[in-house]
């Protein structure tokens, strides 16, 4: 079975100050995908990433960057410079195999970036 | 870009009715889309996979006569909760993805808006 665990329900910053999310799972699958999903107040979820279980290599888009770590089971995801509009809930989630498109989804952080 | 849209938004029904909610891949077709639930605060559970011209695949502990999915054409499936009850009032969206159907295409899967349920 699979698992995805975000631990922190809430995290609060000052608006610029970096922050990091993060994401442990568990599979017993040797390829598999994870993904960020950022959901704001309007309710649709918005796509960050997708990372293979095959490919470490970590990414930086703008302001956001993922950190894959293996050894740890891993995925965090880190916001340089937060923004008001950075306000949202974050999902963390996990796909295993090959067509299989069941997304098992962590419980999510509430990101709040006060002004 | 692919869009997945759902309609309604919102919908407030009365216990014991039904209620269908579309969702349509705008600029792509999609095979298979997903419904998920989430309730407040929550995180969102898998409730079934839609697939096109044929049954559905619900996930387990999910009701497959209370929520009937249809997916008639590569662009719509729709979710139908039938006999609407307080306890289904939650947070419905809709996921489908481009491209062919194996994990390994780098098409990410698309979110529609959700629509948020209200039984009275």
């Known amino acids: 079975a699979q698992k995805v665990t975000q631990a922190q329900t809430e995290i609060s910053v000052v608006e610029k100050e970096d922050v990091t999310l993060d994401c442990v799972y568990e599979?017993?699958?040797?390829?598999?995908?994870l993904f960020w999903y950022k959901q704001p107040p309007s309710g649709e979820l918005v796509f960050l990433i997708r990372r293979n279980s095959f490919d470490e290599q970590n990414e930086i888009s703008g302001r956001y960057s993922w950190n894959f770590q293996k050894s740890t089971s891993s995925f965090n995801f880190t916001i340089t410079a937060s923004q008001v509009v950075d306000s949202a809930v974050y999902f963390c989630?996990?796909?295993?195999?090959?067509?299989?498109?069941?997304?098992?989804f962590g419980t999510g952080t509430r990101l709040t970036i006060i002004p | 870009g692919a869009v997945v849209s759902q309609h309604p938004s919102w919908v407030i029904c009365k216990s014991g009715t039904s209620v269908k909610i579309e969702c349509r891949s705008l600029?792509?077709?999609?095979?298979?889309m997903f419904w998920y639930r989430q309730f407040p605060k929550q995180s969102l559970m898998l409730m079934a996979t839609s697939n096109e011209g044929s049954k559905a695949t619900y996930e387990q502990g999910v009701e497959k006569d209370k929520f009937l999915i249809n997916h008639a054409s590569l662009t719509l499936s729709t979710l139908t909760v039938t006999s609407a009850h307080p306890e289904d009032s939650s947070f419905y969206i809709c996921?489908?993805?481009?491209?062919?159907?194996?994990?390994?295409?780098?098409?990410?899967?698309?979110f529609g808006n959700g629509t948020r349920l209200t039984v009275t």
């Open positions: 989630a996990l796909k295993v195999g090959f067509g299989n498109e069941k997304l098992t």
């Open positions: 996921s489908a993805r481009a491209g062919g159907r194996t994990g390994g295409d780098n098409s990410p899967l698309h």
């Open positions: 600029d792509f077709q999609a095979t298979t």
């Open positions: 599979t017993r699958d040797t390829t598999y995908y």
